[in-house]
């Protein structure tokens, strides 16, 4: 990756969709990781982390929210490194003291992650290091109710997670909820422009420069879901598929049935009055097909 002009000791390992970035930070006396991708990865994920840090052990890990794609690799980590310290954001980190993966949204998402512990919280509105410079959390509802976002203010760095991505922002999962956070995902995009990060790195993606043109974009994303709310439905239905097939990467028709049924939050999304689930799953699928994000061969359907 260029190097965009990268605070001292920050390498960040861009991953694919199913997994969040990892962003290693290497100091004089310490070395941190934000994020640690998903579960399936976590092989991948060690290997990256060692060849980033040159074999220097992983002091610290940081979760800047508790999605799977943001902490599946956290369990091989900690076995990995049995001196690190992993912190997380305070909002749900009684659900993971107590493993609750229906809090956590494993169970109602569909999705994995291997049970993790962890040693303290990151608190909004307090700073720390990671390597040897000075960054500071803030609050970043939104995506995520409890989610946060890390600053370095030398270099005008943010680590945005899936607040602000090149090209929009994460599903508003509150929503989803029956909560009102679109408000939320606007005042984060406030307190983003406020930062004023000469360089963000998100949670997926690659870093970018153009912090302007992203918020822009973002507004109107968030303007479009006001709006016609059934459109983040809909939208926030076809990443979770896709999350899955990514996955899975084939399966058949059957089985995505079965897993839909099971999933609270996807049978809810696409379950329509007029459609039986099948129907709606299937009319779910032909828009990934169209979009050219899947391919079905007979009732199989596969990645693209």
Not at 118 to 131: K, M
């Amino acid at each position: 990756m260029a190097n965009l002009n990268m605070p001292a000791g920050v390498t960040v390992l861009e991953r694919g969709w199913l997994s969040s970035n990892n962003i290693a930070i290497a100091g004089r006396d310490q070395c941190a990781l934000i994020d640690s991708g998903y579960c399936t990865h976590s092989d991948q994920t060690l290997l990256l982390v060692d060849s980033a840090l040159q074999g220097r052990p992983l002091d610290l890990l940081l979760n800047t929210h508790l999605h799977s794609d943001h902490v599946g690799g956290n369990a091989a980590l900690q076995a990995h490194y049995p001196e690190m310290q992993t912190l997380i954001p305070p909002g749900h980190a009684q659900y993971v003291a107590a493993w609750d993966t229906e809090r956590l949204s494993y169970q109602p998402t569909g999705q994995n992650c291997p049970q993790f512990r962890f040693d303290a919280t990151l608190q909004p509105g307090s700073e720390l290091y990671l390597g040897d410079l000075l960054w500071q959390v803030h609050a970043a509802p939104g995506h995520d109710s409890h989610s946060v976002i890390l600053f370095e203010p030398q270099s005008r760095t943010l680590v945005s997670a899936d607040a602000l991505w090149e090209r929009g922002f994460g599903v508003v999962f509150p929503e989803l909820d029956g909560d009102d956070a679109f408000h939320e995902v606007a005042q984060t995009l406030d307190v983003i422009e406020a930062l004023q990060p000469a360089l963000v790195i998100p949670g997926h993606g690659a870093p970018f420069t153009d912090v302007g043109a992203a918020l822009l974009r973002a507004r109107q994303r968030l303007a479009g879901f006001v709006a016609d709310p059934a459109r983040h439905r809909q939208h926030a239905a076809k990443v979770m598929l896709k999350f899955k097939l990514l996955e899975l990467q084939s399966v058949s028709m059957l089985a995505l049935l079965a897993w839909a049924e099971a999933t609270p939050y996807v049978a809810k999304l696409v379950a329509h009055a007029e459609h039986s689930l099948a129907q709606a799953l299937d009319l779910l699928v032909q828009d990934l097909v169209r979009a050219g994000a899947a391919t079905l061969q007979g009732r199989q359907l596969h990645n693209a």
